[in-house]
């Protein structure tokens, strides 16, 4: 490789959010005809740098080259005029449009008479996503089709819009494998014609088959870049991922944990062979009274969906629910209430009534008992007294509006308000998600009090310290499937990435 191969060069690239740093002092280069695979856990800093690649984040220190020379891109559209194009994390189509016109979005063919082209515009999406394996009728508007389309519409508006620096930010999370498959051929035959692809992904294993150069980041740094080669495996990458050093792993719950269920509790709920198409398959697990199972997996494995199906959200093809040892079919999230399943989900807004005192909010989950025992308002106080004091929920008062609370104090509520009506289960999403360190403290503290109580809770979470900090056992999740369950052993964040 010779200098005139480097395309891109980044030297001391620093970017701060207010007082968040997301990137110290970070060089990253990358060549023609390249994949270069980026992996870190969530917040390393990845799609902040690659932002700034593509002109979206225009205010950062450091250099930048392309092909030698200095630029500094003010827009996308900027970025994309230089032939840098990128897939974002999050799904930036526009499902009211038609395939089509999200094909071209902002680069419709016009005819000579300067009017859109609406025949080659048919034409040309057809072909673009045939190469990505999608037979489509490219007038069909793009919101009524599945997601995973949704994002192959996507990636196929950049991978071939012309870019020769193709970025692409965690593009695989609502693929299925054949979908994956079909991109790696086009992402392979797209360098081999001179490009260059920078590939962010949770899923290891695939980023190494694909890749030929990866780099680390760790905590806003990049901790190396390495040429892919046979020794260079999922264990490896992992190690530098989250830090070799024993006070780093000491620090932050990624020391070992000691796994323990309880013995003679009975089973409370008893999952068989679920499978929704698309979603997640052949899904069997249990959970105990007084214990809490974690499950952990990567964005989009499937388990948002479990949980919506085991709570009634969402209606499987397949697969039996036991719950408290009766054979249940849930129609709805009622059935499931009635059956003794509380559910608090990753968006806590939507189960809780922001415009609504406190005490309201934290005596919803009793309001049945509420209106047969006639309890007034009064009562309802004072029941919601006792749990922000317990909680230590930060508030002026019951009184107090919910909008007004902090996230995390939010969040106690949203978990406080099953305190008072002991659920048999309680299914929580990303129970602490976006906490700080005391708040999550406060709700760890909270969900262990539940289960001493002989509740059974499964929490979901796509952050290995929270499913560490809390679980007595854990089943792993990957591509819509239980790939291991850990019992009564001693875990550590590294082998919960390895089996994801
Ligand atoms: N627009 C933003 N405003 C404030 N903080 C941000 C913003 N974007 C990213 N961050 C913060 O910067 C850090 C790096 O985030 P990000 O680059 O998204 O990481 P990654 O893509 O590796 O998960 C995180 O702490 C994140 O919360
Ligand atoms: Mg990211």
Redo the contacts with the bound molecule.
């Keep these: 490789m010779t200098e005139a191969d480097i395309r891109l060069k980044m030297s001391h690239i620093s970017k701060s959010?207010?007082g968040?740093e997301?990137l110290r002092g970070v060089d990253f280069t990358l060549r023609r005809g390249e994949i270069h695979a980026l992996v870190?856990e969530?917040?390393?800093?990845?799609?902040?740098l690659m932002k700034i690649i593509a002109g979206v984040h225009a205010g950062f220190e450091g250099e930048m080259l392309l092909d030698g020379a200095p630029v500094h891109f003010h827009s996308a559209r900027d970025a994309l005029r230089h032939g840098i194009g990128m897939v974002h994390q999050e799904l930036s189509v526009v499902p009211q449009l038609t395939v089509a016109e999200n094909v071209y979005l902002g680069v419709q063919p016009v005819t000579r008479l300067g009017a859109v082209d609406w025949p080659a515009m048919a034409r040309g999406a057809r072909e673009q996503l045939k190469k990505l394996g999608l037979e489509l009728d490219p007038r069909i508007t793009l919101g009524e089709l599945p997601i995973g389309i949704q994002q192959l519409v996507e990636l196929s508006r950049v991978l071939f819009s012309g870019a020769s620096i193709i970025i692409l930010d965690e593009p695989t999370s609502a693929l299925s494998p054949p979908e994956i498959e079909r991109l790696f051929r086009s992402l392979r035959k797209l360098r081999d014609e001179g490009n260059s692809i920078i590939f962010i992904s949770h899923f290891l294993e695939d980023v190494l088959a694909i890749a030929d150069q990866v780099t680390v980041?760790r905590n806003?740094r990049k901790v190396v870049t390495a040429q892919v080669t046979p020794e260079i495996d999922k264990a490896w990458v992992i190690q530098r991922m989250i830090g070799k050093g024993h006070e780093e792993l000491e620090s932050s719950y990624l020391g070992d944990v000691a796994l323990a269920s309880p013995k003679d509790a009975k089973t409370v709920l008893e999952a068989q062979g679920l499978s929704k198409e698309g979603s997640f398959q052949d899904v069997s697990l249990t959970v105990k009274a007084g214990e809490i199972l974690g499950i952990y997996g990567f964005m989009g494995c499937g388990q948002i969906e479990l949980a919506r199906a085991l709570f009634g959200k969402l209606k499987c093809d397949n697969g039996s629910l036991t719950i408290a040892g009766e054979a249940r079919k849930l129609r709805n999230t009622a059935q499931a209430a009635e059956a003794g399943i509380a559910y608090v989900p990753e968006s806590r807004r939507s189960m809780l009534f922001h415009h609504e005192p406190i005490y309201k909010n934290v005596s919803i989950a009793i309001l049945d008992r509420l209106s047969r025992l006639w309890l007034k308002p009064d009562a309802e106080r004072e029941i919601a007294r006792g749990h922000i004091d317990r909680l230590s929920i930060k508030t002026p008062g019951t009184e107090a509006l919910l909008g007004h609370l902090s996230g995390g104090n939010q969040q106690k509520v949203a978990v406080a308000k099953w305190l008072t009506y002991l659920p048999k289960v309680l299914i929580l999403s990303e129970p602490t998600r976006g906490m700080d360190v005391g708040a999550k403290e406060d709700v760890v503290r909270i969900v262990k009090n539940l289960r001493d109580q002989g509740v059974g809770i499964i929490v979901i979470s796509t952050e290995p310290e929270t499913v560490l900090s809390l679980a007595d056992r854990v089943i792993v999740m990957r591509k819509g499937t239980v790939s291991q369950e850990f019992a009564d052993e001693t875990i550590s964040k590294d082998k919960l990435l390895a089996a994801a």
């Design positions: 959010f207010g968040v997301a870190g969530n917040g390393a800093g990845k799609s902040t980041f806003g």
